[in-house]
T-cell receptor, first 116, second 114 residues
Framework: AQSVTQPDIHITVSEGASLELRCNYS??????LFWYVQSPGQGLQLLLK??????LVQGIKGFEAEFKRSQSSFNLRKPSVHWSDAAEYFC??????????????FGKGTKLSVIP | EAGVAQSPRYKIIEKRQSVAFWCNPI?????LYWYQQILGQGPKLLIQ????????DSQLPKDRFSAERLKGVDSTLKIQPAKLEDSAVYLC????????????FGQGTRLTVV
C-alpha cells in the first residue's frame, strides 16, 4: 500500500544543534514530496517541496531536504535549530488514489521540542 | 494574496447534534480539500473537490458527513449527528491543481464533541 512513514514521534534537541527528521515513503511512481510545519493552534505551512531535478531542495526558515530514491526517503534537515522551530513536522506525498485522483497524503508527524 | 479562510475557529457541541464548517479557498484554486486531524495524528483526507465536482470521497463517513462546493468556490462540511470520536481539527486546503502544486491550508476548526 502507498504510504508515508515518519519513524520518530517526538525528538528533542538543544538550541543550536543540528536536526534531521526522517521520512520514508512507499510509492511506485516518481513521488511529489512535501514537508509541512504546524505550530500549536495553527494550520499547516509548507517548508519545502520536491517535484523533480536537484535532489537537495532548499526551503524556508533555513530548512533543506534531500530526496534519495534508492532509500525511498526525503529527510528534513537544519544545521542549527532555533527555539522558534519547536512545532510538529509532517511529511507528505502526492499519491494516485484508488479513486483515480491525486491525493496529498500525510505521515503521522514528528513533534520537535527545543531545549534552550 | 488572501489565504484560505475557515470558520468558526472553535466549536463545542453535544453528541448527536449537528455542526457545519465553512471554507473559502484562495481565489483561482480549483482543488479544495477537507482534512480531519485527530489529536496526535497526521491529517486524513475526507473529501477532495475539483471545481464543484467530487473527485475523491472514499474516506468520508457518508452516513454522517456531507460536503458540498457550490459554484466551485467556497465549501461547507457538515456532520449530522456528531459522535464523540468526531472531536478533531478540521482543516480546509486549496491548490491550483491536483498534482504538482502546493496546497495551502486554513487555520482549521477545532471541534469538541461532549
Amino acid at each position: 500500500a502507498q504510504s508515508v512513514t515518519q519513524p520518530d514521534i517526538h525528538i528533542t534537541v538543544s538550541e543550536g544543534a543540528s536536526l534531521e527528521l526522517r521520512c520514508n515513503y512507499s510509492y511506485g511512481a516518481t513521488p511529489y514530496l512535501f514537508w509541512y510545519v504546524q505550530s500549536p493552534g495553527q494550520g499547516l505551512q509548507l517548508l519545502l517541496k520536491y517535484f523533480s531535478g536537484d535532489t537537495l531542495v532548499q526551503g524556508i526558515k533555513g530548512f533543506e531536504a534531500e530526496f534519495k530514491r534508492s532509500q525511498s526517503s526525503f529527510n528534513l534537515r537544519k544545521p542549527s535549530v532555533h527555539w522558534s522551530d519547536a512545532a510538529e513536522y509532517f511529511c507528505a506525498v502526492v499519491i494516485l488514489s484508488g479513486a483515480g485522483s491525486y491525493q496529498l497524503t500525510f505521515g503521522k508527524g514528528t513533534k520537535l521540542s527545543v531545549i534552550p | 494574496e488572501a489565504g484560505v479562510a475557515q470558520s468558526p475557529r472553535y466549536k463545542i457541541i453535544e453528541k448527536r447534534q449537528s455542526v457545519a464548517f465553512w471554507c473559502n479557498p484562495i481565489s483561482g484554486h480549483a482543488t479544495l480539500y477537507w482534512y480531519q486531524q485527530i489529536l496526535g495524528q497526521g491529517p486524513k483526507l475526507l473529501i477532495q473537490f475539483q471545481n464543484n465536482g467530487v473527485v475523491d470521497d472514499s474516506q468520508l463517513p457518508k452516513d454522517r458527513f456531507s460536503a458540498e462546493r457550490l459554484k466551485g468556490v467556497d465549501s461547507t462540511l457538515k456532520i449530522q449527528p456528531a459522535k464523540l470520536e468526531d472531536s478533531a481539527v478540521y482543516l480546509c486546503a486549496s491548490s491550483y491543481g491536483q498534482l504538482n502544486t502546493e496546497a495551502f491550508f486554513g487555520q482549521g476548526t477545532r471541534l469538541t464533541v461532549v
